[in-house]
T-cell receptor
């Protein structure tokens, strides 16, 4: 069964450093998403991406965050200057259609980001 | 703004018991509803997707129902097993906006005792 692949599985970074989280969505999917889950909290929406541009973004997704699809397979989330409160599990997801109609979203296994 | 609530927050049952997990949402104008399983420190595994026009979906020992008018969905697990121990999340699919399309509840942590 097709999977969404995320790397690395765990990243530790110093406060103020830049991090790039990587995702390979399912190959025939057109819509890509980043979500995050702070320990013990709900899974929260960050951003959706379609046709090489951001479709929607949440209030969390401020100027410190950016997304990119640098080639035909990768989808990245960059945090420019990490803060302690950015520590969370970051999930990438993809879907073949808008709103996941008939298929839902497929999530990756996540990248645990720890900012120290 | 859509709010998704799951009750109970935690549930412990003996092996073999049938159980029901509850999910409620405040905005009934959803597109679909998806149930996920999350093992500790792991990703989200999709279990069932119910379209807004459907009343229920079944997969093996799992059955999910949807009542849009009352803003409720349930996940029924038959003959529970220790391997079912995990956190179960429901997520309502909205029509976009700054909340995004998929809005999650906080989950029900299920523990099935041998």
């Amino acid at each position: 069964e097709p999977e969404v692949t995320q790397t690395p599985s765990h990243q530790v970074t110093q406060m103020g450093q830049e991090v790039i989280l990587r995702c390979v969505p399912i190959s025939n999917h057109l819509y890509f998403y980043w979500y995050r889950q702070i320990l013990g909290q709900k899974v929260e929406f960050l951003v959706s991406f379609y046709n090489n541009e951001i479709s929607e973004k949440s209030e969390i997704f401020d100027d410190q965050f950016s997304v990119e699809r640098p080639d035909g397979s990768n989808f990245t989330l960059k945090i420019r200057s990490t803060k302690l409160e950015d520590s969370a599990m970051y999930f990438c997801a993809s879907s073949p259609t808008v709103q996941g109609a008939n298929y839902g979203y497929t999530f990756g296994s996540g990248t645990r980001l720890t900012v120290v | 703004k859509q709010e998704v609530t799951q009750i109970p927050a935690a549930l412990s049952v003996p092996e073999g018991e049938n159980l029901v997990l509850n999910c409620s949402f405040t905005d009934s104008a959803i597109y679909n509803l998806q149930w996920f399983r999350q093992d500790p420190g792991k990703g989200l595994t999709s279990l069932l997707l119910i379209q807004s026009s459907q009343r229920e979906q079944t997969s093996g020992r799992l059955n999910a129902s949807l009542d849009k008018s009352s803003g409720r969905s349930t996940l029924y697990i038959a003959a529970s097993q220790p391997g079912d121990s995990a956190t179960y999340l429901c997520a309502a699919m909205n029509y976009g906006g700054s909340q995004g399309n998929l809005i999650f509840g906080k989950g029900t942590k299920l523990s099935v005792k041998p």
